[in-house]
Nanobody
């Protein structure tokens, strides 16, 4: 079993920044892709950013140039640096990890979600 613990959400004003963290622990043989998704009220969950095990990244068009995803493989942790936040970034942000367990089973895991609220 793998656990994901997210932190870093909060309430900020437009133009400010936040940094989200998500640490994975448990029965982990290896971690493949790591990413962040978000879900605003009455909207579908959407991909924000993803980073591969090799460090390749991909971003939603709406956050390009403002958000940066990174990972620390030694700590099994993924980060999302969010700069120049806008009210439309308000959502619950979910960490997503594609991991291979010691049983060599590939499973996708989700964090519990952390609220990000940006006021205008």
């Amino acid at each position: 079993q793998v656990q994901l613990v997210e932190s870093g959400g909060g309430l900020v004003q437009a133009g400010e920044f936040l940094r989200l963290s998500c640490a994975a622990s448990g029965s982990i043989f290896s971690i493949n892709a790591m990413g962040w998704y978000r879900q605003a009220p009455r909207k579908q969950r959407e991909l924000v950013a993803v980073i591969s095990s090799g460090g390749s990244t991909n971003y939603a068009d709406s956050v390009k140039g403002r958000f940066t995803i990174s990972r620390d493989n030694a700590k099994n942790t993924v980060y999302l640096q969010m700069n120049s936040l806008k009210p439309e970034d308000t959502a619950v942000y979910y960490c997503n990890v594609d991991a291979t367990t010691w049983s060599h089973v590939n499973i996708e895991y989700w964090g519990q979600g952390t609220q990000v609220t940006v006021s205008s």
